[in-house]
RNA sequence: GCUGCUGUAGCUCAGAGGUAGAGCACUCCAUUGGUAAUGGAGAGGUCGAGAGUUCAAUUCUCUCCAGCAGCACCA
């Protein structure tokens, strides 16, 4: 007789079976109609397959397609499998890799000559369909390791056959199939391919991926897929992509005429008038707060000798991302090989270096508008996010370990200070502690990774562990924003260094009268102002806050007649130090509203006889239908009160 | 850098082995119009760059450059 085990049922009532009893069996035996319903079962807090037997008492709870979170792993896990066996069944001798699940929907990775083509793409949809409509059984099965690199092996599937090697030998190996196709597969899976909904998904994408993320090995064919629980939320979800494009900096640049980009100067950005007044308007904002956060401001050389990068071991490790200037050989009076700054620090050192310095100097905040170049791979540039030409606002903090955690903290709120004044409230912290390949010791780093996580819990904010995703010298904090399609970019940053000090000989005098090593921190709360401004145009899908606006308002007038009183109060707006321009174009009012309505112009003021007459303004704001006539003595000080940055504000 | 795709007027795009087209924008003319496109006319292109095939290339082939998506990179 079998030994009886006790499950234990969300409603509390407690069931005696067999040991052994699958979720399947219980969701049977709880009701004909939940086993049929049934997708997984969640089994002391792990996702379980139906199939996979329970030897121990157990808390357990049977899902169905109402449990939004189990049902959309098991939908985009299963479509990954029902899509590498669509594709197989279309082309044999396709070799299978991986397919998780990500956000949204799933990826499957494929090894096969001929690149996948949109009409591909269709036609494994179609397939997918297909399979789906068959109502194929899933069925798992541990296997001996040995047995399933043999069975790969003959089937000539080298990438699974890896994949098994890479498993620890005490892991068991779990083999699913969906119909007659048979993947390697942790599981859970649905109980048949029916359950996955045929209308709810779709492929999206087909780019090259590298065989285990190694830029060394194979570059295998990605198709992503999303995928969701009806019809309706996979045509939100596209209908949200659609929107997101519309928000995308780049086509906004264009249509507000804030810079350009073009061949001649690959990943740097030309900046147009109104894309420059934001820039500045943000620098001067951000010099404001530096001073106010206790920072002096410096200007370091661009073109620096390799004596310096050599010094700093720029030049052995950073080399490839470095723009080398070297003069002519005719034409050079000396043999120097300079370099394109690519970070500030160094020449902040040089900074420190002059003159003694004293602990009772320390800690010193040092910040700079920073010009740097990055010779970047071609592949990573991003409109104006990721470029090869940017100024950081960039800071160093010299300091002694000891303030690593107070200088942290304060860091922290100085930065969430200037996300919420430029409207962010939505970014996150991560944290990445040592590499594998480091310098210092583990005391060293233990104590500094320790100060970085003290100081975020410290200012209240929770971070992300990135274990070992650290620079070689130092753990950092990266701090991202999302852009509108929800990709993470970087943009603050704060990390310990003790390495650069020590390499450039910076020092200062202690209490104890002797020479002791600073620690220097650098940090950036914007990170440069070129990914910063792209981020904020698709924050605000280019409706920058009032302040930031490079033209503030446009006075229109309805008729010519108008045209005077118009100038006058555009004087009269710029004199209030207000950004304001005339339209008193030979154009009906409809078209001027239009336009500057698509240029994102937050106020537009239209005037007409009756204005003239009154000494009003018609007001209309941007993405209001409505507008409001009043008094321009009375929309003056309105707009000045509005117009002026939030840190001055009273 | 890698894989795939793309490059035609300022912008968005159509087109075909026989040296190019639309809409918007631009210029001019008419229109003085009340809150998301007034009408008409005109001008505007080495079809990303270079080479090859061809009687003929912007179209086909190759190389390069740039852009897009993803991967790798982002000390």
């Known amino acids: 007789m079998s030994a009886q085990i006790t499950l234990t049922l969300p409603d509390g009532s407690q069931r005696s079976f067999d040991a052994g009893v699958t979720p399947a069996e219980v969701a049977t035996s709880i009701a004909t109609s939940l086993g049929k319903k049934a997708i997984s079962a969640t089994v002391d807090d792990q996702h379980w397959d139906l199939q996979w037997p329970i030897n121990t008492d157990a808390a357990i709870a049977i899902n169905t397609m109402?449990?939004?979170?189990?049902?959309?792993?098991?939908?985009?896990?299963?479509?990954?499998?029902?899509?590498?066996?669509?594709?197989?069944?279309?082309?044999?001798?396709?070799?299978?890799?991986?397919?998780?699940?990500?956000?949204n929907g799933w990826y499957y990775d494929f090894d096969r000559k001929e690149p996948f083509t949109p009409e591909d793409l269709g036609a494994i949809e179609k397939k997918m369909k297909e399979i789906i409509n068959l109502r194929d059984a899933v069925r798992t099965e541990v296997w001996e390791r040995d047995v399933a690199i043999k069975y790969y092996e003959d089937r000539g599937e080298p990438y699974k056959v890896e994949l098994i090697e890479a498993i620890p030998g005490d892991e068991p190996l779990r083999m699913y199939w969906h119909g007659d196709w048979q993947d390697l597969c942790r599981g859970p899976h649905l109980q048949h391919t029916g359950q996955v909904p045929a209308d709810a998904f779709k492929l999206m994408s087909v780019a090259g991926a590298y065989w285990r993320g190694d830029s060394d090995r194979a570059m295998l064919q990605r198709i992503y897929g999303v995928a969701f629980q009806n019809k309706e939320d996979l045509r939100k979800y596209l209908n949200m992509l659609e929107e997101a494009a519309k928000r995308d900096h780049r086509k906004l640049g264009r249509e507000m005429d804030l810079f350009h980009m073009q061949e001649e100067a690959p990943g740097q950005v030309f900046w147009h008038p109104n894309g420059w007044t934001v820039y500045t308007l943000l620098q001067d904002y951000m010099r404001r707060k530096q001073r106010g956060g206790g920072y002096v401001e410096v200007n370091t050389p661009q073109v620096v000798d390799r004596k310096l990068w050599e010094a700093s071991g720029h030049w052995d490790k950073y080399q490839e991302n470095m723009f080398i200037v070297e003069v002519d050989e005719e034409h050079a009076r000396e043999k120097a090989v300079?370099?394109?700054?690519?970070?500030?620090?160094?020449?902040?050192?040089?900074?420190?270096?002059?003159?003694?310095?004293?602990?009772?100097?320390?800690?010193l905040r040092m910040a700079e508008f920073g010009s740097c170049n990055r010779y970047?791979?071609?592949?990573?540039?991003?409109?104006?996010?990721?470029?090869?030409?940017?100024?950081?606002?960039?800071?160093?903090?010299?300091?002694?370990?000891?303030?690593?955690?107070?200088?942290?903290?304060?860091?922290?709120?100085?930065?969430?200070?200037?996300?919420?004044?430029?409207?962010?409230?939505?970014?996150?912290?991560?944290?990445?502690?040592?590499?594998?390949?480091?310098?210092?010791?583990?005391?060293?780093?233990?104590?500094?990774?320790?100060?970085?996580?003290?100081?975020?819990?410290?200012?209240?904010?929770?971070?992300?562990?990135?274990?070992?995703?650290?620079?070689?010298?130092?753990?950092?904090?990266?701090?991202?924003?999302?852009?509108?399609?929800?990709?993470?970019?970087?943009?603050?940053?704060?990390?310990v260094d003790p390495n650069l000090p020590e390499r450039l000989d910076a020092t200062f005098v202690g209490s104890d009268n002797e020479r002791h090593r600073p620690v220097m921190l650098h940090r950036a709360v914007l990170g440069s102002f070129e990914r910063f401004i792209g981020i904020l145009i698709e924050e605000h899908a280019g409706k920058l806050p009032f302040w930031l606006a490079p033209r503030q308002v446009v006075v229109a007038a309805i008729i010519s007649d108008a045209n005077d009183y118009v100038l006058q109060k555009v004087e009269e707006l710029r004199a209030a130090g207000i950004r304001a321009e005339a339209d008193i174009r030979n154009e009906k009012i409809n078209y001027k509203v239009r336009e500057h309505s698509l240029g994102k112009v937050p106020v537009i003021l239209a005037v007409g006889a009756r204005e003239v007459e009154e000494g009003t303004v018609s007001i209309r704001r941007l993405g209001e239908k409505q507008t409001s006539v009043q008094s321009f003595a009375e929309t003056l000080p309105q707009l000045a009160e509005d117009a002026t940055p939030p840190d001055l504000r009273s």
């Open 338 to 363: 300079n370099a394109l700054k690519p970070m500030n620090c160094p020449c902040h050192v040089q900074i420190f270096n002059q003159g003694l310095k004293s602990y009772r100097d320390l800690p």
């Open 66 to 103: 109402k449990d939004a979170e189990p049902a959309l792993k098991l939908i985009r896990h299963d479509l990954a499998h029902i899509m590498a066996r669509a594709v197989q069944e279309i082309w044999p001798d396709v070799k299978v890799t991986i397919g998780p699940v990500i956000d």
């Open 376 to 495: 970047e791979p071609s592949g990573a540039l991003h409109g104006i996010m990721r470029v090869r030409g940017f100024t950081q606002d960039d800071g160093h903090i010299f300091c002694s370990e000891d303030d690593i955690t107070a200088e942290t903290k304060k860091f922290i709120d100085f930065l969430a200070e200037i996300y919420a004044d430029l409207g962010f409230t939505d970014w996150t912290i991560k944290l990445s502690t040592r590499p594998e390949k480091r310098i210092g010791s583990d005391e060293s780093w233990d104590r500094v990774e320790a100060a970085l996580g003290d100081a975020c819990q410290n200012a209240g904010y929770a971070y992300e562990l990135l274990e070992g995703e650290g620079a070689f010298y130092g753990p950092k904090l990266e701090f991202t924003l999302t852009d509108a399609i929800g990709r993470n970019w970087q943009c603050g940053t704060l990390q």
